[in-house]
């Protein structure tokens, strides 16, 4: 009996990790006082990329690291209507930073957050709002007066 008590009682300290009897790292069952197993910091450099054509457009994909936090990639879309979007970034200690080309419409060269915009689409057209007729009255109907007011955020009723 005292035999299959030693065996158990050294069994449960194996597991415990008292006992290095395993060969790999040991982790405990709970919450508390969990067993992290420790591994070596060592850079590991990469590189990859990727081409994905579509139906009349493309993405496409390229990135390298370092091994010690500093990034730089490129990532491209391009649409069937024609719209193409060119992204180069790098990030690292110093932060993130994107340079953004495009031609998308609604877009401008601005420089937000430190993020250029280079975009050479044209300037949108005027909007006039269409001219809606209502009423029959007695002076043959007339126009509804719509007013366009450009806004960045959301309506107050």
Do not use: C
């Not at 050479?120 to 509804?144: C, E, L, T, W």
Request: cysteine-free; hydrophobic content about 30%.
């Amino acid at each position: 009996m005292f035999q299959v008590l030693a065996i158990l009682a050294l069994l449960a300290a194996s597991e415990a990790g008292y006992i290095g009897i395993h060969s790999g790292p040991v982790y405990s069952g709970g919450y508390g006082g969990a067993y992290q197993p420790v591994y070596p910091s060592i850079p590991t450099p990469y590189t990859f990329g990727y081409v994905a054509p579509a139906d009349g457009g493309f993405s496409a994909r390229q990135e390298s690291g370092d091994g010690y936090g500093r990034v730089a990639g490129s990532y491209k879309v391009s649409d069937p209507d024609g719209r193409l979007r060119k992204v180069h970034y790098t990030a690292g200690p110093e932060g993130f930073r994107a340079h953004v080309y495009t031609n998308e419409p609604g877009t401008k060269t601005s420089n937000p957050a430190d993020v250029i915009i280079q975009s050479s689409a044209p300037d949108p057209p005027p909007y006039y709002p269409p001219r809606i007729p209502y009423g029959h009255g007695a002076h043959g109907g007339g126009y509804k007066k719509i007013i366009v007011v450009p806004g960045g955020g959301p309506w107050k009723y």
